[in-house]
């Protein structure tokens, strides 16, 4: 009677009386990239054993579900009295732990498809609370969303700032240069020193033939000493043209190397900067779309009848449990006396 009888009694007298209904809203949704697409064999691998991206992001958001922020979010929409009994005496701490009792939040591998449900004791306290963490969640993906495409944005604008100052720099420097050498381009100005020093050769070439058939057919002709003066003047000036070129403080060929090297230090800064401005363009596209999504796939149900508590299931528990407890101390109590009277 004691063991089995009066907790029997007493729980159905509980539960059949003064039990109160509570009733449970389900939704199911998923988080998901907008660059989700079939796994691999690999993919598939982890995917089995809940290892991927999705989950982690759907992580993300059930981990708001289940924390503080989202008992404050919930409070403001819904009585919290309507899913913790005697909530206005609870301190925050308590309510939080008997807040987290009344949602469940629950993960399927196979699909990626996260479940929540909410307990309350109204069918329309239940719906709001569900809708109110589905609306949470999606705030939370948006604000990641939003925190990625600034970071991206900021470091894509801080490599096209670097690469802005290095293309200027390098064309600084070879304005420095040609100020400073009084020259536009070295390896133009060699070209066409060279192309003139080659004038240079076929002159001293043709008049050196001409020269020679003159000496042939006159000897003694006046012609032949102005002839020798015009040799060794253009002589003269294509060794002065070689000297400008090759030797003294003017000299093109080390001017022409420095050049080259600005130059070409010039172009690489120049790729640089349209590397920079192409991915700055694309950060800045990117941003403008969004990266995960909060897809609601059930929304929040408003149940017509109370799930809980299972009263004949509660009730037959009770005296199941309670019928075990009196059997179990009923062998043990025989033990003892068995051992007492040998």
């Known amino acids: 009677m004691i063991v089995v009888i009066a907790p029997t009694i007493a729980s159905a007298l509980y539960y059949l009386l003064a039990a109160p209904p ?6 199911r949704f998923v988080v998901r990239s907008q ?15 809940g290892m991927n991206s999705s989950s982690s992001d759907a992580f ?10 989202a008992v404050q979010d919930v409070a403001h929409a819904v ?8 909530s206005a005496r609870m301190s925050n701490e308590d309510l939080f732990k008997a807040f987290q009792k ?25 719906q709001r609370a569900a809708d109110t963490l589905l609306d949470g969640g999606e705030r939370i993906v948006n604000q990641l969303n939003k925190r990625s495409a600034e970071q991206a944005i900021q470091e894509a604008r801080q490599t096209l700032t670097l690469a802005e100052q290095e293309s200027l720099s390098a064309r600084e420097a070879i304005a420095r240069f040609r100020n400073d050498n009084r ?12 192309q003139v020093v080659g004038a240079l050769m076929t002159a001293l070439a043709e008049t050196r033939a001409e020269r020679a058939q003159v000496a042939s057919q006159a000897p003694n002709s006046p012609l032949l000493a ?10 003269g000036q294509i060794d002065s043209e070689r000297t400008r070129t090759t030797s003294g403080p003017d000299a093109l060929a080390p001017q022409v190397g420095a050049y080259e090297n600005l130059e070409f230090q010039r172009k690489i800064a120049e790729q640089a900067l349209i590397a920079a401005r192409v991915s700055y363009e694309e950060a800045a596209s990117d941003a403008r779309r969004q990266k995960l999504y909060l897809d609601r796939v059930v929304e929040p149900n408003l149940a017509d009848k109370a799930m809980l508590p299972r009263r004949g299931l509660s009730i037959l528990l009770t005296f199941l449990s309670c019928l075990l407890a009196y059997g179990i101390g009923a062998l043990i109590w025989a033990g003892v006396r068995e051992h007492r009277q040998t």
Do not use: C, W
């Open 183 to 194: 020259m536009v381009d070295p390896a133009r100005m060699a070209t066409e020193t060279g």
């Open 60 to 69: 993300m958001v059930h981990a708001y579900m289940k924390s503080r922020d």
């Open 79 to 86: 009585k919290m009295g309507a899913l913790v009994p005697d």
């Open 22 to 27: 509570i009733y449970v809203s389900e939704a």
């Open 226 to 235: 102005t002839m020798d003066a015009r040799i060794r003047a253009i002589e």
């Open 35 to 49: 660059n989700d697409r079939t796994p691999n064999a690999l993919g598939i691998a982890l995917q089995s054993v």
């Open 102 to 126: 009344r949602i469940t939040v629950g993960f399927d591998s196979t699909n990626g498809l996260s479940t929540i449900r909410v307990r309350a004791f109204d069918a329309h306290s239940a």
